[in-house]
Structures are given as structure tokens and as C-alpha cells.
């Protein structure tokens, strides 16, 4: 099982990015995936997940109605639109297959500051 996630970088508060994580390794198109987060000197929040059709997204009160999951099985990939960024926000962002995050490969430095 392979999960790169890639994306991250310096943004305003107020601004947008989107990650995506590329999987490899096993069935993408029939696995369920999520999006985690980590902090400086926190623990591992769990803030979005999505079925393996895409028909069911769920998301973490901290970040709905600014975050949206989505995914590409053609591609073997998903994604997270990060609008409305907070200070907050910033963090280390994983994919992952599993909702604790122990499938979780290199994650992505998101840093919200002005």
C-alpha cells in the first residue's frame, strides 16, 4: 500500500488549496479513504472521509462547510479542496484507508499564516 499525498505549502488565512493523494497498492475504486491532520504538538484529528463510489462524504465540524473531499478512481486518486483556510488549519495532512490513520504514508505541510 502506497499513499502519497502532495499539495501543501504557505497560504493566507482566507485562501484555498487542494491536496490529492495518489494510492497504489491495492483497490482503490472499492476502498473507502480519508483525509487526517496533524498539528504541532497534537494529536491525529480525523476530518474527512469518502465511500468508494463518492456518494458519501463526511467531514469533521472543524472544517465543514470549508473542506471538500472528492475522488478519481480512474486516476487512483483523491482529493481535498481547502477553502476559507485558517490559522488553525495548519498542519501536516495525511490520506489514509483507515479511519485511525495507520495506513497513512507522507503527508503534505499545510501552513495558514499571514
Known amino acids: 500500500v502506497q499513499l502519497q499525498a502532495s499539495g501543501g505549502g504557505l497560504v493566507q488565512p482566507g485562501g484555498s488549496l487542494r491536496l490529492s493523494c495518489v494510492a497504489s497498492g491495492f483497490s482503490f475504486r472499492s476502498t473507502p479513504m480519508y483525509w487526517l491532520r496533524q498539528g504541532a504538538g497534537k494529536g491525529l484529528e480525523l476530518i474527512s472521509g469518502i465511500s468508494s463510489a463518492g456518494s458519501t462524504r463526511h467531514y469533521a465540524d472543524s472544517v465543514k462547510g470549508r473542506f471538500t473531499i472528492s475522488r478519481d478512481n480512474s486516476k487512483n486518486t483523491m482529493y481535498l479542496q481547502m477553502d476559507n483556510l485558517r490559522s488553525d488549519d495548519t498542519a501536516v495532512y495525511y490520506c489514509?484507508?483507515?479511519?485511525?490513520?495507520?495506513?497513512r504514508g507522507q503527508g503534505t505541510l499545510v501552513t495558514v499564516s499571514s
Open positions: 489514509a484507508k483507515d479511519e485511525g490513520g495507520d495506513s
